[in-house]
């Protein structure tokens, strides 16, 4: 006689081992390898929301310019395509972060990302991309004494800073929004996040990009840039590319400067999508304006409902392996499906039951300060953005802008930025890297434990500015 297991592990039973968001009927047909050898005016190396960008804006700012963009698989098959869909303005992963970090010029950077959120979404009427972008805002939630001070200490600082931080919420009003017994408190920005459908916002870019003359090629891996009359020359596996300037949307993928792999590590992040809600499980639940959501645990979950009534429940385990590779057999990790489950359910007892649909997880590009950082390479013919932790669905639009203007050798009010300026503190080679990495996984789980306390190994963590507070 079979026995029936623990009912978190039985919800996951159905689960596909599959991206939600990929097994969609709505995914376009692959575009042909680049065979032969091609010219332009400018390569984008990376088919992710970062090259997909670059390409468009370039187009934008000059039709004439002739801009190829090659992709090692398929568009948006990678983080672009599986990530939780939360478009936020923050260019610094989140107002904490920002004033902890750039304290003189946060206002600045609140300012540059609203109007990056804002021109994300005139870009998507204009080109009529339907990716299900709704501007609900989101919820920090509070699911421990301690953080409901770090709510109120963070809307303090911001303003006395003069910002705007958002709209505190008490356990009633928090409750009365969503309602899930674990809720103690929520700070809500009503207007800085929309949610959207990711990998169609990947399709649509690539369709934009189509109609204004970019030439894409899927199942085209770039090489290194080598440098080539005037111009750089990257070699594919069935032909070459010759281009005057070269942008590098490689996220978590080893970089091609060679001297930048050290500020990232490629983590792996997890998500669950559960089956279809019926009427009575989301009555059970509220949620009738389908904010996005974030508790704010150092291992934190982030969740929200899609369009067909789906909750996506993602996040806490942080997984990284020795020597950061970046291979399919780490996407899965049966392990940190059964921990969301679990989560998921003490999170919301109301919808026992409710079963699994989709079950999947991937590399995100992370460095030491948790927010993008950005230069030029190979004489000032190449440019990157790399490291947005997570958090490049909305700042990947500002951090092709940085790019386009580094090639462009324009001084703006994006170069002028002290964070496009620094660089992140590299991490250390191997065995430092995965030891310091593992301590610190353990410590914020500890800190998590006991009231948010950090230990002597966050703290030092914090002075040597890796601040592993995110």
Known sequence: MRRAGPPALAALADAEPVPYWLDDPARPRALPALTGEEECDLLVVGGGYTGLWTALLAKERDPGRDVVLVEARRIGWAASGRNGGFCAASLTHGLANGLARWPEEVTELERLGRRNLDGIEETLTRHGIDCHFERTGEIDVATAPHQVTEVRETMARAREAGLDAGEFLDRDAVRAEVDSPVFLAGLWDRTGVAMLHPARLAWGLRDACLRLGVRIYEHTPAGRPAPDAGGLAVTTPY????????????????????????????????ALVTEPLTGA????IGWRRRQGLSDLANHFHYFRITRDHRILWGGY???????GGVRAEYDHHPDTYRTLARHFFRCFPQLEGVRFSHAWGGAIDTCSRFSAFFGTAYGGRAAYALGYTGLGVGASRFGAEVMLDLLAGEETERTRLGMVRSKPLPFPPEPLRWAGIGITQWSMARADRHGGRRNLWLRAMDRAGLGFDS
């Open 317 to 323: 385990d942080i997984v990284y392996r020795f020597g």
């Open 239 to 270: 032909g070459r590319v010759r281009a005057r300037d070269v942008a590098l949307g490689t996220n978590a993928f080893p970089s091609p400067v060679r001297r930048l792999r050290p500020y990232v590590v490629p983590v792996y992040d997890h």
């Open 281 to 284: 499980q989301l009555d059970a």
